[in-house]
């Protein structure tokens, strides 16, 4: 029945991402592309395509790759990492297209860094193009620009990207592709016992413990992230699917075998562009401290006052995000500041009538507006 589910809901799906983690694309015996893997892969895309779904992919192996060519160990400096993600990515983008386009399909390379999704101006142009090609019968084919990220502003690994994407451009469907068959009660290696969960409504701090380290040395992400992952898609009304690669056909396998996939259902009520923007947004500049009576106002959507601002960490700036800490130190809520650190400092514990005489200027009477505050799930 579950995988009925999950044959529906890609037939059904207009617009998807396929994720593909290193493991699956690089022959981890010769850190090489597994040609013999990708071309099945994209046999695949290719029926997909011919159902007029519009298709984009997220692929990770610029590094390993790029770590052969150059001779470099497993344990890699930021330099090195940037170096071998250079080399690298001319590889594996060369791969898929000359892969896709034995099938027909033309493809483009996108080079993404969190900027580029963190700053409302560049995420609006990334978007544009992403849509354009997708218009164009073009496939994406999307890695973090790891040759300009540091480790401080990485997505950290290309679950979150396609994450970011699928909230970025209103995506139906999310597949990530892994070395697991899907999420379990336990570890499967570990605990016979274990369940492959088959579909989650709602991710809860159970869900999250249930997560473990990757298992390989060419992933940088593990289950973890995948959640992570999954958390930033469906609150942007996107259903997720996280499921086993290593496998000739797999988008097949998932279709027709109920050992594979679990499916994090979508919200029905996603949120508004602006707000699934700051939700999924990774670079919180600082902390604003509130009391009880603030907390229960923005929780039952009231902007956030000076009045009710015990204190404040981090050094940010008007426009930053920062997170919204209750008086029992717990995190509520991020939202976009007004003021800067040092007048959020100033006005702390004051009525709004005082910020102009304060500050010399008056600006607006909220620190935070209900309109730019998401709280957390």
Not at 143 to 164: H, P, Q, W, Y
């Amino acid at each position: 029945m579950q995988n009925n589910q999950l044959k529906k809901l890609i037939d059904t799906s207009s617009r998807i991402i396929l994720k593909v983690g290193s493991s699956l694309l690089i022959n981890e015996n010769n850190n090489d592309i597994n040609y013999y893997w990708l071309k099945n892969f994209s046999k695949e895309i290719q029926s997909l395509t011919d159902k007029k779904k519009q298709i984009m992919i997220v692929s990770s192996g610029s590094v390993a790759l790029g770590r052969k060519q150059l001779n470099l160990v497993k344990n890699l400096s930021l330099d090195e990492k940037q170096a071998a993600a250079a080399v690298g990515q001319i590889h594996l983008s060369h791969a898929w297209k000359e892969v896709l386009k034995s099938f027909n399909l033309e493809s483009a390379q996108i080079l993404l860094a969190p900027d580029d999704t963190e700053t409302r101006r560049k995420h609006l142009n990334a978007r544009a193009t992403l849509l354009k090609l997708l218009q164009l019968n073009v496939i994406p084919v999307i890695n973090e620009n790891d040759t300009v990220s540091t480790d401080e502003i990485k997505f950290g690994d290309n679950d979150r990207l396609a994450a970011r994407v699928a909230q970025m451009c209103e995506v139906d469907l999310l597949i990530l592709f892994s070395d697991v068959n899907g999420l379990f009660s336990k570890d499967p290696n570990k605990n016979k016992n274990s369940e492959l969960i088959k579909e989650i409504t709602n991710i809860t701090h159970d869900i999250e413990l249930m997560a473990g380290p990757s298992k390989t040395s060419l992933s940088n992400g593990g289950m973890v992230t995948k959640i992570q992952a999954s958390k930033i898609a469906t609150n942007a009304g996107c259903n997720v699917i996280i499921t086993n690669g290593k496998c000739d056909n797999p988008i097949s396998q998932l279709k027709n075998n109920a050992q594979y996939g679990t499916l994090f259902k979508a919200n029905k009520k996603s949120q508004n562009a602006r707000k699934m923007w700051i939700s999924s947004a990774l670079q919180v500049k600082g902390k604003i401290f509130i009391d009880e009576g603030a907390e229960k106002a923005v929780k039952s959507g009231k902007s956030i006052l000076p009045a009710g601002i015990l204190k404040t960490e981090g050094s940010y700036n008007k426009g930053d995000l920062i997170y919204i800490v209750n008086s029992e130190n717990k995190i509520i809520g991020k939202g976009l500041s007004h003021y800067n650190n040092n007048e959020v400092n100033l006005v702390k514990k004051m009525r709004s009538d005082k910020i102009e005489k304060v500050l010399g200027y008056r600006g607006k009477d909220e620190i935070i507006h209900i309109d730019d505050f998401v709280l957390e799930n």
